[in-house]
Each structure stands twice: as C-alpha cells, then as structure tokens.
C-alpha cells in the first residue's frame, strides 16, 4: 500500500518519468540502515542524531524534498535511537564545512558527484548515489541497483581510500566493483 501512494505521489509531482519510485523507495530505505553498520561511525553521545544530506540539482527540488519527507515518515524520525535530522542542499552549495553520516546523491553529473565526495571527505562518511552507473567515476561509495533483487554496490576503492568498515555480513552480501 505504501508503495502505491509513493507512486501516486511521485506520479502527481511530475518527476516520476526521471526517478524509478521502486528504485528509490529501496535506496531511501536500505541506504541510511547501512550507513548506520559503518563501524568507524562516531557519536559524542547515545542520542545524537544521525545527519543525513540530499544533495540536488536545481530542478530536483521537489524530489530531494520528497526524499526528506520519504526518509521521515519511514523511520519515524529515529534511526537506531537516534534521531533523524536531514538537510537537502543544492551541489553548488556543498562546501565541506558541515559533518554528515549519510549525503545521498541524487541524479548528477561527474563535477557534480565529485563536489559530494570531496564534501564526505575521508571522513567516515558515506557517500551513495542513485544512478548506480556512474559509482565509480568518482569516488561514491554506496549504491543500490535493482535486478531480480535489489543489489547493493559498493566501490572498493573508496572504501580502502576513506577507510570505512563494514562488517563481513554486510560484505559478503554486496558487490564489489
């Protein structure tokens, strides 16, 4: 049932013919729960939130606030006891000067996808995108690509460069390009 409203929602909002609502439905869904494995993720404390970014282009306002929306409604505000702030944010407008655990990147252009790696940095944060064909061309870490069953990809060259651990359960289930 909830997949049909997303669907209605995305159909109404115009953008359903550029985004897959299947697609990324499962991404908001399975992205920030492993991003949450990360074992080198830091909390000062037990209830700091989890900070999660959208970045967008220009015309995919509507989508990233959706996103948001999406996100929200999904985990109820609260991601393993913490809770749940996100910020969408233009590409333009990525600078590096905040911390995030999570910048999920919605369709972008290579310059535009090496903005949100250079923003995650080689900090500890995860870096995910939507078109899960562009991963590697610039230093994404995470994506999810459907086939018969959703098919999560992680770049290994990040993960060596950015120093990210995951558990070998998570590994072992994903595909390492």
């Not at 306002?61 to 913490?82: P, Q």
């Not at 991963?135 to 290994?156: C, K, Q, W, Y």
Request: with cysteine.
């Amino acid at each position: 049932m909830k997949r049909i409203i997303i669907f209605f929602v995305l159909s109404v909002t115009g953008w359903c013919t550029s985004y897959d609502p299947f697609l990324l439905d499962t991404q908001l869904t399975l992205l920030p729960k492993i991003a949450m494995l990360n074992k080198n993720i830091a909390f000062p404390h037990s209830k700091s939130p989890i900070k999660i970014l959208i970045a967008y282009e220009s015309n995919d306002e509507d989508t990233a606030l959706i996103c948001s929306k999406i996100l929200m409604n999904k985990f109820n505000g609260v991601l393993n006891g913490h809770p749940i702030i996100i910020t969408t944010l233009l590409f333009d407008k990525l600078d590096g000067s905040t911390s995030y655990h999570l910048i999920y990147a919605l369709k972008a252009s290579l310059s535009q996808l090496k903005k949100v790696h250079n923003t995650g940095g080689s900090s500890s944060t995860i870096t995910a995108l939507y078109d899960a064909d562009k991963l590697t061309d610039a230093g994404i870490l995470l994506s999810i690509r459907m086939e018969r069953v959703p098919v999560i990809l992680i770049n290994s060259k990040t993960l060596r460069e950015n120093r990210i651990s995951f558990p070998d359960s998570l590994l072992e289930i994903t595909r390492i390009i």
